[in-house]
């Protein structure tokens, strides 16, 4: 079964850091650029990251860049968010999601979702 | 702040049909990218509906269709179920990368 598995989740002081995990199987990893959209409570889906198959490029949403790194390990099948300088706006459902070219770079696969509460 | 607009709210009795809208630009939609539909389920992940403006996943009943002209894409429900009540987003690519729609809630009556 293809499926994604975030982790890591909690809650963290303003100012403070997280690293979330996002494991993957069912699938070849390496093969597929990946993605992190959160979910603010009540609101709507932002995009947050992106990372391409090799490693070898990424992308930041403009609200997380400078804050936030995305990473990768292919021998791990596993995708990494380290978030860093926490803001209250940061609070929400973390999904990682998979894009497939044969979807037309739509995310066809996402993850159950981590929620990250940032409150002192 | 989102650059693809939809209304916040649609609704149908069991049966009916309903479409929602997902307004954009010519930096977007209007550029030629594909806009994709997903359906959030209360207290769930996000879930593929439509992909490339109007292809259906296998397993995506054929009463959800999508279609795309000029800066505009829709999401048409045919044959209303109860189980259709979700939150729907359109997404798309725009010159500074991936955007989602302002989502909609569909109520079924």
């Known amino acids: 079964e293809v499926q994604l598995v975030e982790s890591g989740g909690g809650l963290v002081q303003p100012g403070g850091s997280l690293r979330l995990s996002c494991a993957a199987s069912?699938?070849?990893?390496?093969?597929?650029?990946m993605h992190w959209v959160r979910q603010a409570p009540g609101k709507g889906l932002e995009y947050v990251s992106a990372?391409?198959?090799?490693?070898?490029?990424?992308y930041y949403a403009n609200s997380v860049k400078g804050r936030f790194t995305i990473s990768r390990d292919n021998s791990k099948n596993t995708l990494y968010l380290q978030m860093g300088s926490l803001r209250a706006e940061d609070m929400a459902v973390y999904y990682c999601?998979?894009?497939?070219?044969?979807?037309?770079?739509?995310?066809?696969?996402w993850g159950q979702g981590t929620m990250v509460t940032v409150s002192s | 702040q989102s650059v693809l607009t939809q209304p916040p709210s649609v609704s149908g009795a069991p049966g009916q049909r309903v479409t929602i809208s997902c307004t954009g630009s010519?930096?977007?939609?209007?550029?030629?990218?594909?806009v994709h539909w997903y359906q959030q389920l209360p207290g769930t992940a996000p879930k593929l509906l439509i992909y490339?403006?109007?292809n259906r996943p296998s397993g995506v009943p054929d009463r959800f269709s999508g279609s795309k002209s000029g800066t505009s894409a829709s999401l048409a429900i045919t044959g209303l179920q109860a189980e259709d009540e979700a939150d729907y987003y359109c997404?798309?690519?725009?010159?500074?990368?991936?955007?989602f729609g302002t989502g909609t809630k569909v109520t079924v009556l």
């Open positions: 999601a998979r894009v497939a070219v044969t979807t037309s770079h739509a995310f066809d696969i």
């Open positions: 069912g699938f070849t990893f390496s093969s597929y650029a």
């Open positions: 490339g403006n109007s």
């Open positions: 010519s930096s977007n939609i209007g550029a030629g990218y594909d």
């Open positions: 990372i391409s198959s090799n490693g070898g490029s990424t």
């Open positions: 997404q798309s690519y725009d010159s500074f990368g991936n955007v």
